[in-house]
Structure formats: C-alpha cells, structure tokens
C-alpha cells in the first residue's frame, strides 16, 4: 500500500533538490564511511531498452510472471516488463523509458553464505518453509538481515577502494517489508560527493521462498549500466511506489 508520509518525503526531496542531495539524504543512513584511498573509476554505457507490450508475453523476462496486477504509479506513468530476456521493468512516460528495475534470482543451493545464515537463524537448508508461522518469517528475516550485513561490508571495502575521499558512504537502515506473500527486506545505500550533491543511490529489496533468493534494485548512477533511473528526480518521484509493486508481486 502507498503510504502518504513517503509521498510527503519524496515531494520534500524533490522540492529541496540539490540542497536535499547534500544535506537531507544522509539523515536517512544508518551508517557512515568516509573512505580513504582513490582509484579513477570508469563510466559503463546504457544499452537501449525498451518497454513492451503489456499484452503480449516476453519470453524470459521474469517480471512478465511476477509482476502483480492494479500497479498503481504516477500520473501518466507506465509500469512493463521491457523487451528482451533481461529481467528489466520498465518504468516509462509518454513512450519514454525513465529508468528500469532490474531483479536477480539466485537458487540457495549454489550460495553457501546465505545457507551459513539461514542454519544460524535456525533453519536447515531444504526445509520446506512455512511462512504462516511468524516463527520461520524471523528466522528467514534475521538470516535476510545477516546476509545484507554481509553485502554492507563488501560494498564499503569497494567503495573505499574506487571513490577515495570524496564520497561518503551510507547504508540505508533495514526495514521490514512483504515482496508478495514472502517475508523480505528493504536496503540500500546513498554516495553524498564531498563538496555536496548526490552520487548514487541503490534501493533495493531482498527475499526468500525456501529455494531462490530474490534481489530487486533499482538507482540513480551515472556509472550504472542498467536497473537505474537516468534523472534523479524521476527517482524520487517513483520510490514511494516502490514498496507497492514489491508487495504486489506474484512471489
């Protein structure tokens, strides 16, 4: 469900933007690194994408069969499954690709980190999960949890590594949230250049139905080369959305 006060936010953002870059993001992070050393970075192309045709199936695009039914989106707004087999969304306006939403599904049974956090958590690996039990959705959120504190940490390394002293690091704070029937996580992380203004920004959500761990992202990147929106602004108007369409999934 759209919730008003994130509507309120993202208008706030929008309307200080850049001050908000600079001095209203960081306030949404749980935590800060100021990194150290600096490596040049390079850009990576945008390869084209288009959106589809919402009545006409796209073979291999898994959003065709997740995506739920009534998205509700901005005003003269279309939410798609783009053309191809890449598992993009297209979010679009007038015929205008805006910025796409990219999701990964990974079986469990070839990622032995995640199956080290579910057996810390206090689920065997191959346990048939059953989610009405509140019991099994804390256990699943505390290994979700655990495998993003891992995430957290390698992206901060990285970012060191790659953007020296000037950008700050912030990670979002982990919320709870429903991705379809599923118990799942929102994160994310915020880059703030030194001298003010926004470097990028990943939100992202996390869950797992007992075989596949399913990761949606979305940002605003320069560097990116697809699951990002190329204006900031339309970003900010499309994330209080966010949480709908992963709670409307098909999952």
């Not at 949480?243 to 999934?249: G, K, P, Q, S």
Request: proline share 6%; net charge positive; hydrophobic share 40%.
């Amino acid at each position: 469900m759209l919730r008003v006060y994130h509507i309120f936010i993202a208008a706030l953002l929008l309307l200080l933007m850049p001050f908000g870059a600079k001095f209203i993001l960081p306030y949404f992070s749980g935590t800060k690194v100021e990194p150290k050393n600096q490596v040049a970075s390079t850009s990576k192309a945008s390869p084209p994408v288009k959106p589809g045709n919402p009545s006409t199936p796209i073979g291999g695009n898994v959003w065709q069969k997740v995506l739920g039914k009534n998205i509700v989106v901005p005003s003269g707004w279309q939410v798609v499954p783009c053309q191809g087999t890449e598992p993009l969304l297209c979010v679009s306006a007038k015929g205008e690709v805006l910025g796409t939403l990219e999701m990964s599904v990974s079986q469990v049974s070839q990622n032995p980190n995640f199956q080290k956090h579910l057996v810390d958590a206090g689920i065997s690996f191959g346990t048939k999960l059953d989610y009405k039990n509140s019991s099994n959705q804390n256990k699943v959120l505390a290994a979700l949890k655990a495998w993003s504190g891992d995430y957290y940490a390698a992206l901060s390394k990285d970012r060191q590594k790659g953007n020296g002293n000037k950008i700050i690091f912030s990670t979002h704070p982990l919320e709870n949230i429903s991705v379809g029937k599923l118990p799942g996580i929102r994160y994310g992380f915020t880059g703030i250049k030194a001298e003010g203004g926004l470097q990028e920004q990943y939100i992202s959500y996390a869950a797992f139905d007992g075989n596949a761990l399913y990761i949606i992202s979305t940002a605003f990147d320069p560097n990116a080369a697809k699951g990002k929106f190329e204006k900031l602004e339309n970003l900010v108007i499309f994330q209080p959305y966010l949480d709908a369409i992963a709670e409307n999934l098909n999952l």
